[in-house]
């Protein structure tokens, strides 16, 4: 599916967030306070946050490309220490991906975009590697070099990742950093 020197070249992966990082659901409510704040939540999958870090450990800039203002995407991009968030309405995709790759002096080429619905097909079109989860839209998935079997907030990132990673050769010593890391801090990182 990708090759050893395909996966290579990748140095940028963009992330779709409704419909790929999370299950496409959102939860909306206020507080039981007097001033009444809104919340929403989104659930988000660790397998793909693990994935997230391990692309990061392998050198690859990882970026959130949403056309949805969120709170729960950007406190989940911190946590993770993604650098490169994309969060709003003003922005369209198409220029969030412009400006970010025109800043990292990254050709489109070397870009992935993992995205499932229509209004990732503007940046699909653009990047060198168009990704769709399994509960893509069919306009996404007749434009992906790479369909996926997990749905989007189940593992799609996650198995994206390892495809690439595996493809690369960079996988098992990624994997072998990971658990000595984690067994000599205690602490797992996803």
Known sequence: MIS???????ALVCLDVDGTL??????IGRVATPEGAAVEL????IADGLGIKM?????????????????ATAMRAEELGVKYVYNSRSIPKVVALQELTS???IPLEQVAFVGDDLADIPVLKRVGWPVAPANAAPEVKALAKVQLARRGGDGAVREFV???LRASGEWDNLVAQYVADAEASGVPAS
Do not use: C, H, M, P
Not at 4 to 10: F, H, P
């Open 4 to 10: 050893q020197d395909q996966a290579r070249n990748i």
């Open 22 to 27: 999370t299950d496409n659901g959102v939860y």
């Open 42 to 45: 989104k659930r988000f999958d």
């Open 55 to 71: 692309l990061q450990r392998a050198g690859i800039e990882v970026a959130f490309v949403s056309a949805r203002e969120s709170v």
């Open 103 to 105: 800043a990292l002096g």
């Open 162 to 164: 390892e495809l690439v």
